[in-house]
């Protein structure tokens, strides 16, 4: 059985049901559940052959409407999505810096059924990765995630990890492509209404404004709605939008991009494409 479906049946046994009445809002908790998947794997790192470590500290930011719903509940719906980001981790062979903790938060800046999620790394005090989120007392911050020291660490942090080896990086998530072997080209475009856009730089604004580097006629879109950032692999970020973006069915802010990943902004859907050569 699926992490996540483990997660919506042991939802369906808390407060006698009571989270059915509550999560008729438009965020599910298995959307939040899913976008908690996905932050550990864009933010995996490989610490040597055997350990990739990920982010234990997650802050899952609501609409004030939404918030409100389910904060009466956040300390039960936090346990269970720490336990289903602790099962997706031993599913994909990931470690923790320390004790994993899910918090909810309000932000005045989203509309009703619009979420963030931002992460960090928090440290045990022997900044030693434990396996699965084992739990160790005293904790302190390192860099990483999405939060971390602007300008290094204070006195009494513990110290990052040694330089990953030569070739690391983020590890993609399962399913993903593996980056390409011997430095190989990759091309890379979005189709969008049967037109193809080729994708020649690092970064690719997609938009309503003649200034984007992609201008999308519709009214559901943003000035300057998202952006598609090339690398290993390839991802998309929201550059605060007001109707957000979809990838692949999952309504997120920063999402990894595939070959074949459908991105829909507004009424428009987009198809991102690689290929090698």
Not at 65 to 83: F, H, I, K, T, V
Request: net charge positive; proline share 9%; charged share 20%.
């Amino acid at each position: 059985m699926g992490v996540l479906k483990r997660f919506e049946q042991r939802l369906e046994g808390l407060v006698n049901g009571t989270f059915a009445k509550v999560f008729k809002s438009e965020v599910q908790p298995v959307e939040i559940a899913g976008a908690l998947q996905r932050e550990c794997d864009n933010n995996a790192q490989i610490w040597n052959r055997e350990r990739t470590v990920v982010p234990n500290d997650f802050i899952v930011e609501l609409s004030a409407p939404d918030y409100e719903r389910l904060s009466p509940y956040s300390g039960q719906l936090g346990d269970e999505l720490a336990g289903l980001v602790r099962d997706y981790a031993k599913q994909q062979r990931y470690t923790f810096m320390g004790p994993i903790k899910v918090h909810l938060e309000k932000a005045d800046d989203l509309d009703t059924g619009l979420y963030r999620v931002r992460s960090r790394t928090l440290a045990s005090s022997t900044s030693q990765p434990q396996p699965h989120g084992g739990h160790q007392p005293h904790q302190q911050q390192s860099q990483g995630g999405g939060y971390g020291y602007p300008q290094g660490a204070p006195a009494g942090a513990p110290p990052m990890p040694s330089s990953p080896p030569p070739g690391a990086g983020h590890r993609p998530p399962a399913g993903g492509r593996p980056p390409v072997p011997g430095g190989a080209q990759v091309r890379r475009w979005i189709e969008i209404n049967g037109t193809r856009h080729q994708i020649s730089r690092p970064t690719l604004v997609l938009g309503r404004s003649t200034d984007a580097d992609v201008r999308i006629d519709d009214p559901g879109v943003s000035r300057r709605h998202c952006e598609i950032r090339t690398g290993t692999p390839s991802t998309i970020q929201d550059l605060g939008s007001t109707n957000g973006i979809v990838v692949d069915g999952q309504h997120t802010t920063r999402a990894t991009l595939r070959d074949g990943s459908r991105i829909v902004v507004g009424s428009t859907t987009i198809v991102y494409r690689q290929a090698e050569g």
